[in-house]
């Protein structure tokens, strides 16, 4: 397996512009999560799904932010409009939680840097 | 709230010493112990886990040592090499939770000198 795939891998774009980032889980995963890392606030989770339903997005910081899983392939992060604070690397993590393991493979992560 | 706190925030250690890495937390319904480690440029992969019912589970150079009633458990890296520099995560699972949300602890940033 290819492991999870992210892209864009890096984005820049300027202040109030749309920004989606887009996850292919591994192939068989039942669980998606979406994670938000930075040199301040760590590794943040920001919205999770299960079979392509959001469990929990208490983790959105905002309305800006919005997550979506329209198949089991495929899930996107949108940022609307994109602020300078909103630069981190997110990550896309995917899990099969049968029999009780919790491990979750990570992708290479975006990169986003929002001028 | 934090729910697994991790020490300390960045570690410099000498090539073939010991790098200890702690955690700590306080809902007792965690049944499972994982440490991730990240290279610079990765996202984080799995390293080791533990769950409660041991108190030590080593594989290689890498041990976690698990204090249940202290609520304390913790990474041991014998023999550091320059290439375990990263950053390692602790974190912790809910017991019998099919949700399989990890609850991440803040990292901490191992710089391996030679």
């Known amino acids: 397996d290819a492991g999870v795939i992210q892209s864009p891998r890096h984005e820049v774009t300027e202040m109030g512009q749309e920004v989606t980032l887009r996850c292919k889980p591994i192939?068989?995963?039942?669980?998606l999560f979406w994670y938000r890392q930075t040199m301040m606030r760590g590794l943040e989770l920001l919205i999770y799904?299960?079979?392509?339903?959001?469990?929990?997005d208490s983790g959105m910081p905002e309305d800006r932010f919005s997550a979506k899983m329209p198949n089991a392939s495929f899930s996107t992060l949108k940022i609307q409009p994109s602020e300078p604070r909103d630069s981190a690397v997110y990550f896309c993590?995917?899990?099969?939680?049968?029999?009780?393991?919790?491990?979750?493979?990570f992708g290479p992560g975006t990169r986003l840097t929002v001028t | 709230q934090q729910q697994v706190k991790q020490s300390p925030q960045s570690l410099i250690v000498q090539k073939g010493g010991i790098s200890i890495i702690n955690c700590a937390y306080e809902?007792?319904?965690?049944?499972?112990f994982p440490w991730y480690q990240q290279f610079p440029g990765k996202g984080p992969a799995l390293l080791i886990a533990?769950?409660?019912?041991?108190s030590e589970k080593k594989e290689g150079r890498f041990t976690i040592s698990f204090n249940k009633s202290a609520k304390q458990f913790s990474l041991h890296i014998m023999d550091s090499q320059p290439g375990d520099s990263a950053t390692y995560f602790c974190?912790?699972?809910?017991?019998?939770?099919?949700?399989?949300?990890?609850?991440f602890g803040r990292g901490t940033q191992l710089t391996v000198w030679p």
């Open positions: 993590a995917s899990s099969l939680t049968s029999g009780g393991t919790y491990e979750q493979y």
């Open positions: 192939s068989g995963h039942d669980y």
């Open positions: 799904f299960n079979n392509n339903v959001p469990i929990d």
């Open positions: 809902n007792t319904a965690f049944d499972y």
């Open positions: 533990i769950r409660p019912d041991v």
């Open positions: 974190a912790a699972a809910l017991r019998g939770s099919t949700l399989g949300r990890l609850y």
